[in-house]
Nanobody, 129 residues
Framework: QVQLVESGGGLVQAGGSLRLSCTAS????????MGWFRQAPGKEREFVST????????DHADSVKGRFTISRDNSLNTVSLQMNSLKPEDTAVYYC??????????????????????WGQGAQVTVSS
């Protein structure tokens, strides 16, 4: 159906930047909302950012507002997460997620894990102090 492949993770010093990318393949015409989630060791998976299919609607978790920016390029079937001013608390495995649907959810964003149908393999982001 849909495959999501992530890239761009790595090790960075506190205050530095990283850019995560996620490329979708398969039935990409049915991908609507996309998002990023993260999970740190011993913690639950948490919402990071989400973006609508069109219209530029975005939403970010309070913990990353002003530092992280989500974007997408539907012509390339990609979604990206630009992470600036990284903190050690940002260390986690970051997952790209996509909502696949026949419905026209062009302006929909979601913070809920359960709204997404497909997930990337995860990209490790480690921020050292």
């Amino acid at each position: 159906q849909v495959q999501l492949v992530e890239s761009g993770g790595g090790l960075v010093q506190a205050g530095g930047s990283l850019r995560l990318s996620c490329t979708a393949s398969g039935r990409t015409s049915n991908i609507y909302t996309m998002g990023w989630f993260r999970q740190a060791p011993g913690k639950e998976r948490e919402f990071v950012s989400t973006i609508s299919r069109i219209g530029g609607r975005t939403d970010h978790a309070d913990s990353v507002k002003g530092r992280f920016t989500i974007s997408r390029d539907n012509s390339l079937n990609t979604v990206s997460l630009q992470m600036n001013s990284l903190k050690p608390e940002d260390t986690a495995v970051y997952y790209c997620a996509a909502k696949w649907s026949y419905s026209g959810l062009n302006y929909y964003t979601s913070r809920s894990t359960t709204d997404y149908n497909f997930w990337g393999q995860g990209a490790q982001v480690t921020v050292s102090s």
